[in-house]
C-alpha cells in the first residue's frame, strides 16, 4: 500500500502531523495501535498552560485541531498570570478527556486525503544508496508493509517503555497498551541513536468518595478565554476543580518507605522532569517545605474519575493508599487507578535538522517525546512542523523553519537541535528572548499569513482572520489621526494608549462609536501599543538575528579541516551541524572567537 506521507502514532504529534499533510493535499495515512486513543490524555487532562497555550495558538494560527478541540470539549477554563502583562498570560483549560479523544478522532475521520489505520508497527524500511540511507516504509506486527518517502514517527512514550509500580515492572506504552520494543531495535539498526527518559503520573480517584465539606473550591473564569481564534466567545457550563494539601503525617509516611521508591532504590536510573517531579522527590528535596498543594481536577463530564495534580509518584500501591487516606478531604477516598513511573527510549535530539528530518535517514522525521520533550502541546506544535515540513520537501519545496522570533514553535525546535536535552524539554516564556512578540493573543498575526501560503489554512479560517486584520489596519489608523486632551495640549489616542495607566475603557469614553470594534480586535490594538517602545528597542536584535540566518553553513562542511577552530568547537559543530551562523551562535560551548573563526572560513570559500 503506498502513500505520500505516512504518520506512525495517533498521539497529539500524530494527529497534528496527520491532519497537517493531509490538509496540503498528500495522500496521507496514520497508523496506530488503537485507534480509539487517539489524541489519549495520558496524564493530566488539561491543554494550555503559561508558554504552552501560547503554542496553543500557534498551532490553531497555522490550521492545526488542539485549540478548535479543547474549546469544543472543555469542562473549566482559566487564564493563568492574569495580573500580570499579557505577554505572560497563558490560557489553560481541564478537558473532558473522553471528550477531547473521540472529538479529534471525528475531525480525523472527515480529513480529507487521510485514512486511518489500525496498525501496531514493528520496522521502519530503509534503503541505501550509495553512502545515504532513505525511509521507504514500515512493516507491522500483523506482515502488512506500507510504502511512502516520508514518515513521522511519534511514539510517546511506547519505545520499550516499562511500567514502575513500586517494585513490580512490566512492560507498556502507558497503562493497559503495550510498548514498541522492536521498533527501538529498528531504529538503532537504521543509525538512530537512543537513550532513556522516565516521566510519571498520579492516581485517580472515585469523586464521589472525596469529602468536599474539606476542599476548597477552585472556579474557572467568569469569561471564559478561547484557544481558537476561530472562536470570539465561549459558551460552556464549567465544571469546578478543589484544592487540598499534604501535611506532616503525609510527608513521613513517603519518608518512612523511599526505600521503596524506584527513583529511590536504584530500579530507576533515567532522568525525569525536574520541574514535575513525583511527590516523593518533593519532599526529599524541599524538606523544609510543611504541604504541598494538590489541585483535585475532574476527568469529564461523564466519568467520576478525578486526577491529583500535585501527586505523581512511583510509590508501591499499599503506601499510595496510605499517603492519599493521609490528606484531608481525601481519607476515604477510592483509587480508580493508581499512579507509576514509566521509562521509555527517546532519540536525543540534536541528531535532527531544524525541519525535525533525522540526519541518519533521509525523508524520516521525529515529532513529540521521542524528541526529549514532554508535554501535550510541545508535541501538537512538532507534530505539525514535521508534518508540513515532510510534504513540502516531497513537492520539491523549501522546508518552513519558524524564526525563534516568530514563534514559540521556533524556539522549541531550535532549542532541541541546538542545545539538546538533558531532561524532558518543556517550554516556559523564559526560553523565548523574543517573548514580548509572541504573545497568544497575536499568534494569528503571526503566522496564519505563513499558513496560507504553506497551504495549512483553509478558507473559512483565511477569510475570518482578514477582516480581522482590515479592522484592526482601520482601528489603528483612527487612533493616529485622531487625539485627546491631554494637559495642556492634545495627543493622538495611539500616544495616549501606550502610557501604562491608560486603558481602552477611557479611550472609549472619549470615542464611544469604537465599541463597533470586538473585544479581540481592541485588545490586539491597545497592546501593541502598550509593547510598541519595548518592541522598537528589539527590533536590532531580531534585525542582527537576521543577518546572521543569511549566513548559512554547507551541511557538509568538515570543521576538523578549519585549523584555527578549537577542537571542542570541532566536536560540538560536527555534532549538531548548524544550518546557519545564527544557529550556531547558541550552540553551548561555542564561543565569539569561534564564530568569528567560522565566517572567515565561508567567507574564503564564498
Same mark, same amino acid.
Given at each position: 500500500m503506498n502513500f505520500d506521507i505516512l504518520i506512525i502514532g495517533g498521539g497529539h504529534a500524530g494527529v497534528e502531523a496527520a491532519a497537517a499533510a493531509a490538509r496540503m493535499g498528500a495522500k496521507t495515512a496514520l497508523l496506530t495501535s488503537n485507534l480509539d486513543t487517539l489524541a489519549a490524555m495520558s496524564c493530566n487532562p488539561a491543554i494550555g498552560g503559561v508558554a504552552k497555550g501560547q503554542i496553543v495558538?500557534? &498551532? !490553531?494560527?497555522? /490550521?492545526g485541531l488542539m485549540g478548535e478541540v479543547i474549546d469544543q470539549t472543555g469542562i473549566q477554563f482559566r487564564m493563568l498570570n492574569r495580573s500580570k502583562g499579557p505577554a505572560m498570560q497563558g490560557p489553560r483549560a481541564q478537558a473532558d478527556k473522553k471528550a477531547y479523544q473521540f472529538t479529534m478522532k471525528r475531525r480525523l475521520e472527515g480529513q480529507p486525503n487521510l485514512s486511518l489505520l489500525q496498525e501496531h508497527v514493528e520496522a521502519i524500511l530503509v534503503e541505501s544508496r550509495g553512502e545515504k540511507r532513505y525511509v521507504t516504509g514500515v512493516k507491522t506486527l500483523i506482515g502488512n508493509e506500507y510504502h511512502a518517502p516520508r514518515v513521522v514517527l511519534?511514539?510517546?512514550?511506547?519505545? #520499550?517503555?516499562?511500567l514502575?509500580?513500586?517494585?513490580t515492572i512490566f512492560p507498556g506504552g502507558r497503562s493497559g497498551e503495550a510498548p514498541a520494543d522492536k521498533l527501538s531495535q529498528s531504529l538503532l539498526d537504521a543509525g538512530i541513536r537512543l537513550d532513556r527518559f522516565k516521566t510519571g503520573t498520579p492516581a485517580r480517584l472515585h469523586g464521589k468518595t472525596l469529602d468536599y465539606s474539606k476542599l476548597t473550591i477552585h472556579p474557572g473564569d467568569d469569561e471564559p478565554a478561547p484557544f481558537s481564534f476561530l472562536h470570539d466567545t465561549l459558551d460552556v457550563e464549567q465544571i469546578p476543580c478543589w484544592l487540598t494539601r499534604t501535611n506532616a503525617r503525609v510527608h513521613q509516611i513517603i519518608r518512612d518507605n523511599l526505600h521503596r521508591a524506584p527513583m529511590y532504590s536504584g530500579q530507576i536510573h533515567s532522568t525525569g522532569p525536574r520541574y514535575c517531579p513525583s511527590i516523593e522527590t518533593k519532599i526529599v528535596r524541599f524538606s523544609e517545605k510543611e504541604s504541598h498543594q494538590i489541585f483535585?481536577?475532574?476527568?469529564? +463530564?461523564?466519568?467520576?474519575? &478525578?486526577?491529583?495534580?500535585?501527586?505523581?509518584?512511583?510509590?508501591?500501591? !499499599?503506601? %499510595? +493508599?496510605?499517603?492519599?487516606?493521609?490528606?484531608?478531604?481525601?481519607e476515604k477516598a477510592q483509587i480508580m487507578r493508581y499512579a507509576y513511573a514509566i521509562e521509555y527510549d527517546y532519540a536525543p535530539p540534536q541528531q535532527l535538522k531544524p525541519t525535525l528530518e533525522t540526519r541518519a535517514v533521509d525523508g524520516l522525521y521525529f515529532a513529540g517525546q521521542i524528541n526529549g520533550t514532554t508535554g501535550y502541546e510541545e508535541a501538537a506544535g512538532q507534530g505539525l512542523l514535521a508534518g508540513a515540513n515532510a510534504v513540502l520537501t516531497l513537492g520539491g519545496r523549501e522546508p518552513w523553519i519558524p524564526g525563534r522570533e516568530e514563534a514559540y514553535l521556533g524556539v522549541m525546535v531550535d532549542d532541541l537541535v541546538t542545545r539538546g536535552v538533558d531532561e524532558p524539554y518543556r517550554m516556559f516564556t523564559s526560553r523565548a528572548e523574543h517573548r514580548l512578540r509572541l504573545r497568544g493573543d497575536n499568534a494569528d498575526r503571526r503566522l496564519t499569513a505563513k499558513g496560507r501560503e504553506l497551504g495549512l489554512v483553509e478558507n473559512v479560517r483565511w477569510e475570518k482572520f482578514s477582516r480581522k486584520k482590515a479592522e484592526i489596519d482601520t482601528l489603528q489608523t483612527f487612533? +493616529?489621526?485622531?487625539?485627546?486632551?491631554? /494637559?495642556?495640549?492634545?495627543?493622538t489616542l495611539e500616544a495616549f494608549l501606550v502610557r501604562p495607566e491608560t486603558t481602552w475603557t477611557q479611550v472609549l469614553a472619549a470615542y464611544p462609536e469604537l465599541k463597533k470594534y470586538s473585544a479581540s480586535v481592541a485588545r490586539q490594538v491597545e497592546y501593541d501599543a502598550k509593547y510598541s517602545g519595548y518592541l522598537a528597542r528589539e527590533d536590532e536584535s531580531v534585525a542582527r538575528q537576521h543577518r546572521l540566518q543569511k549566513i548559512r553553513i554547507p551541511e557538509d562542511l568538515d570543521y576538523f579541516a578549519i =585549523? %584555527?577552530? #578549537?577542537?571542542? *568547537?570541532?566536536e560540538q559543530l560536527a555534532r549538531v551541524r548548524p544550518a546557519t551562523i545564527d544557529q550556531a551562535s +547558541?550552540? =553551548?560551548?561555542?564561543?565569539? *572567537? !569561534?564564530?568569528? &573563526?567560522?565566517?572567515?572560513?565561508?567567507?574564503? =570559500?564564498?
Open positions: 495558538c500557534e &498551532v !490553531d494560527a497555522l /490550521g511519534t511514539t510517546g512514550t511506547f519505545l #520499550r517503555g516499562e514502575h509500580y513500586g517494585p483535585l481536577e475532574p476527568e469529564g +463530564r461523564n466519568t467520576e474519575e &478525578v486526577y491529583v495534580n500535585g501527586m505523581s509518584t512511583s510509590l508501591p500501591c !499499599d503506601v %499510595q +493508599r496510605e499517603m492519599i487516606h493521609a490528606v484531608e478531604g481525601l487612533l +493616529r489621526e485622531h487625539k485627546i486632551p491631554c /494637559g495642556s495640549g492634545k495627543i =585549523r %584555527q577552530l #578549537r577542537m571542542e *568547537a570541532k +547558541r550552540i =553551548r560551548g561555542i564561543t565569539p *572567537a !569561534d564564530l568569528a &573563526v567560522l565566517v572567515l572560513e565561508l567567507g574564503i =570559500r564564498n
